[in-house]
């Protein structure tokens, strides 16, 4: 099973304040919700758990491993293997077809039962041959959050995930959000200042 889990994380910007995080331990049958609001340091600590930002202490260990100890090329190799992030703002490559955009993740090991399922429980199977700029916002974010799970990570990574959605959609992507990473053994870990999250997850983390 999965796992990731933080001790004594700390970390400062240049002439700010010092961030203390609270402890975290998350696996693929216990996700995890960090709410607060704006400025409190969840999209920060989000990038420290991804591997994006470094000069942190204390410990981020993900199945044994604590990455803030690993260096450069050793981390961008655990990212690039295990961790999955679906940013607040859906990234994409506008030369893509919506399909290929799914599919940078897998990095050519494609399961095509998988990416079927997932791109149908996101309701975007009718969208893959659309270029991005064809397709809306919300639209987009499920195409990133599609990409993040085709590729089966040990870690999923979400900033903000629902934030474009209305209540409908934003209840669908949750669900399935919630449903997949435990059927594909991931570890989720939630960033978001949505009160309508809160009523999903069992174990949830309030930074104030």
């Known amino acids: 099973m999965n796992a990731i889990t933080t001790k004594d994380l700390i970390f400062q910007y240049k002439g700010a304040k010092s961030i203390h995080y609270p402890n975290i331990s ?8 960090v ?4 400025g409190t340091g969840k999209t920060t600590l989000l990038h420290i758990l991804g591997g994006i930002l470094s000069g942190g202490t204390g410990e981020v260990n993900l199945n044994g491993i604590d990455l803030l100890k690993l260096d450069a090329k050793k981390l961008q190799k655990i990212r690039r293997q295990q961790i999955a992030i679906i940013f607040q703002t859906p990234h994409h ?3 893509l077809s919506v399909r290929d955009n799914i599919l940078l993740g897998t990095h050519g090991k494609i399961d095509e039962k998988h990416f079927t399922k997932i791109i149908t429980s996101l309701q975007i199977d009718h969208l893959i041959h659309k270029q991005p700029s ?3 916002q919300g639209e987009k974010q499920r195409m990133t959050i599609a990409r993040a799970l085709v590729a089966k990570p040990a870690l999923v990574l979400a ?15 949750i669900q399935l959000l919630l449903e997949q990473t435990k059927n594909i053994g991931s570890c989720l870990i939630t960033v978001t200042h949505d009160d309508r999250m809160k009523a999903y997850f069992k174990k949830s983390i309030y930074l104030a």
């Open 159 to 173: 900033d903000e995930p629902t934030s474009a959605l209305d209540n409908e959609r934003a209840d669908s992507v």
């Open 35 to 38: 709410h607060g609001q704006s």
């Open 26 to 33: 998350c696996t693929s049958e216990e996700p995890v919700l």
């Open 93 to 95: 490559v506008a030369s």
């Open 134 to 136: 064809e397709i809306s």
